[in-house]
């Protein structure tokens, strides 16, 4: 018998093996030395494919750990520093991607089966093995690991889409309006990235009890997290200041505390635009804080209507101008973010930019409401494909007056 091996043998050469080229290292974990040379006499007697670590204690296989990692861990449930489970789970803690074999005696048979239940992938009867035996048993164990791990990435992975989607549904929440509220709404929203997190874009659309529609739309800068969440808080505080009866500028200092208290650092913006609309007159006031103007589409063409700006919320200001419009019957009001025309137009270096985005919305100025906002964002898709498609997240919503 060959006494076991602390230091990883140099792998042979044209040696065969399980792993794509490489040999497969295992790290037994076995304070009876008899049985340590059993064991490496197996792992001797198999086709080669195995490189061999002893460790007589948990702690010693910690220390062996924090410079190898093994492929596989052969491990004996009565050591000097751990027992039974407590054994399996101290080690599973050390490198929770290992695989695990636990090794029992021969009436010890239940604490294998326990073992499996706690978290290893195989056991293994001593005095019961035989080198096929242990090298299938060590291959499943990788593969069932393997598995494993693949299958936890996959839960969180829809853990985290599932989280997103509830993010999204604050970020972007359905207009709540009378039951003949007087007005069309049209919303559309989308993000920059597939299956990314959304980002800073956020609206609202709300309708309080003398019939005035609240139409508000924003923009933190950046696409984090943080970002969004932000905008969350942001939206949920504007509509809650509006059923509150606060407007103008009373409601953008409030918002302003709001971004101002939930940033999470001082360096972080955001732009918006809030216009009040009385369905029935058609006249409407518009605040604008760093945000970008509104189209306005009717009478065959579309026009460009930039309220007087303030500064972004999150810069100090304390007020900012309230400008007042009259929208007439048949015309549409559309509220955007930069994100749709922020994108190169497809010729070199060259953005689309409001001008071009004013050009495009004229050609598409026939189509009714809602195919007028798909129109937007896919002729908008379309110029920067070259580029790669947009980069930024997009938000629009269009308001018409209507008479249900």
């Not at 419009?325 to 137009?345: A, C, I, R, V």
């Amino acid at each position: 018998m060959r006494a076991p091996q602390n230091p990883l043998p140099s792998p042979g050469p044209n040696v065969a093996t399980a792993a794509g080229g490489r040999r497969l290292s295992l790290l037994l974990v076995e304070d009876d030395r008899a049985d340590a040379l059993l064991v490496e006499e197996l792992i001797a007697d198999t086709t080669g494919e195995f490189d061999f670590v002893w460790s007589p204690s948990i702690a010693h296989a910690a220390r062996t750990l924090t410079t190898h990692r093994p492929d596989c861990i052969l491990l004996d449930l009565n050591l000097p520093d751990a027992s039974g489970m407590d054994a399996v789970h101290q080690l599973s803690k050390l490198d929770p991607t290992v695989p695990i074999i636990v090794l029992t005696g021969l009436n010890d048979e239940h604490f294998g089966i326990s073992a499996v239940s706690s978290g290893a992938q195989d056991y293994l009867v001593k005095g019961r093995v035989e080198p096929d035996t242990l090298r299938r048993a060590v291959l499943y164990a990788i593969e069932r690991k393997r598995a494993e791990l693949a299958s936890v990435d996959l839960h969180s992975s829809r853990l985290r889409a599932m989280e997103n989607a509830r993010l999204e549904r604050g970020l972007l929440p359905s207009p709540v309006l009378e039951e003949s509220p007087g007005v069309q709404i049209v919303t559309r929203s989308r993000p920059s990235r597939q299956d990314a997190l959304v980002g800073g874009d956020f609206f609202d659309v709300v309708q309080t009890a003398n019939r005035t529609v609240h139409v508000m739309i924003g923009d933190v800068a950046g696409h984090g997290p943080d970002e969004a969440a932000l905008g969350v808080a942001l939206r949920i505080g504007w509509r809650a200041l509006t059923f509150a009866g606060l407007r103008g500028n009373e409601r953008m200092r409030e918002l302003d505390r709001i971004l101002t208290t939930e940033r999470p650092s001082r360096g972080i913006f955001a732009t918006l635009l809030s216009v009040a609309l009385e369905p029935d007159s058609g006249r409407f006031t518009a605040v604008r804080a760093g945000h970008p103007g509104m189209l306005l589409q009717g009478d065959g063409t579309v026009d460009w209507l930039e309220p007087k700006p303030g500064a972004a919320l999150g810069l100090g200001a304390r007020e900012w101008p309230v400008e007042h419009y009259e929208l007439p019957e048949g015309y549409g009001l559309l509220l955007l973010t930069d994100g749709l025309f922020e994108g190169h137009s497809g010729r070199g270096d060259e953005r689309l930019g409001e001008q071009g985005l004013l050009a495009m919305a004229r050609s598409l100025a026939h189509l009714p409401g809602r195919d007028f906002v798909e129109g937007l964002i896919e002729h908008a898709e379309s110029r920067a494909q070259l580029h790669g498609g947009l980069t930024d997240d997009i938000a629009v919503i269009r308001v018409e007056r209507s008479s249900s």
